[in-house]
């Protein structure tokens, strides 16, 4: 299950007040999948952070479903990324000193006693299925490219209906790339998630049903959904 985003009037100011992101108006249906294109400095990783409730310089409105994201307290957006989102960080944002499937099993933490051994259990599925196998060594030691692979892991583990993924590519060699970007969009595709993505990677692009592209903090050029 998944939820239409609405995004009216966001603009995101740095601490000294400047404009680093104004989207006036972004639409985008449930079950769709969003490419986000431009130069490095865009505004691209900042508009997914305010789409995931991330950022407190964030003003406007952004509602996913009926929820009015930027009017939810610190906790209560916490709660709602644990409930309903998946997230892909660009810099991995892993803890060293656990291992593999201990990193991706995080979202545990904040998920229902109830669902706690499925979650992890989706876990360890999402890493062998990716290719890692060494689950208690710490990532510490882990190459780039399966650090991405880790983090990708995690984002998939609790299951959500909306994955934000920030670069998902950016480490994996093309082969790798290619497997990821196909998993992402079947899982879009077959169960009708959201997935918005930042990427500079066109094979990525290209699979997405929609793509907007940034420059300067705006929204530059947004294209229509794809035929199928």
């Given at each position: 299950?998944?939820?239409?985003l609405?995004?009216?009037?966001?603009?995101?100011?740095?601490?000294?007040?400047?404009?680093?992101?104004?989207?006036?108006?972004?639409?985008?249906?449930?079950?769709?999948?969003?490419?986000?294109?431009?130069?490095?400095?865009?505004?691209?990783?900042?508009?997914?952070?305010a789409?995931?409730?991330?950022?407190?310089?964030?003003?406007?409105?952004?509602?996913?479903?009926?929820?009015?994201?930027?009017?939810l307290?610190?906790?209560?957006?916490?709660?709602?990324r644990?409930?309903?989102?998946?997230?892909?960080?660009?810099?991995?944002?892993?803890f060293?000193?656990?291992?593999a499937?201990?990193?991706?099993?995080?979202?545990?933490?904040?998920?229902?006693?109830?669902?706690?051994?499925?979650?992890?259990?989706?876990a360890?599925?999402?890493?062998?299925?990716?290719?890692?196998?060494?689950?208690k060594?710490?990532?510490?030691?882990?190459?780039?490219?399966?650090?991405?692979?880790?983090?990708?892991?995690?984002?998939?583990?609790?299951?959500?209906?909306?994955?934000?993924?920030?670069?998902?590519?950016?480490?994996?060699?093309?082969?790798?790339?290619?497997?990821?970007?196909?998993?992402?969009?079947?899982?879009?595709?077959?169960?009708?998630?959201?997935?918005?993505?930042?990427?500079?990677?066109?094979?990525?692009?290209?699979?997405?049903?929609?793509?907007?592209?940034?420059?300067?903090?705006?929204?530059?050029?947004?294209?229509?959904?794809?035929?199928?």
């Amino acid at each position: 299950m998944t939820m239409p985003l609405s995004v009216t009037d966001c603009v995101v100011r740095s601490d000294r007040g400047r404009v680093l992101l104004s989207v006036p108006s972004l639409e985008l249906g449930p079950g769709v999948s969003l490419g986000i294109r431009g130069p490095s400095g865009a505004g691209k990783s900042t508009l997914l952070y305010a789409l995931a409730g991330l950022s407190d310089r964030a003003e406007g409105s952004i509602r996913w479903g009926d929820t009015e994201l930027l009017a939810l307290s610190t906790a209560r957006r916490t709660q709602f990324r644990a409930a309903w989102i998946g997230m892909i960080f660009q810099d991995f944002l892993l803890f060293d000193e656990l291992g593999a499937l201990a990193n991706a099993s995080l979202p545990a933490m904040f998920a229902p006693r109830s669902d706690r051994s499925a979650l992890k259990t989706r876990a360890g599925a999402q890493l062998a299925h990716l290719g890692i196998t060494a689950l208690k060594r710490t990532v510490d030691s882990f190459s780039g490219g399966e650090r991405q692979r880790v983090a990708v892991a995690r984002a998939l583990s609790n299951d959500a209906g909306i994955l934000l993924a920030d670069e998902p590519t950016a480490s994996l060699n093309r082969d790798a790339a290619d497997a990821l970007i196909a998993d992402l969009v079947a899982k879009v595709r077959n169960n009708g998630k959201t997935l918005i993505a930042v990427s500079h990677d066109a094979h990525l692009l290209d699979s997405m049903d929609q793509i907007i592209s940034l420059t300067d903090g705006q929204i530059e050029t947004p294209s229509g959904a794809r035929p199928a």
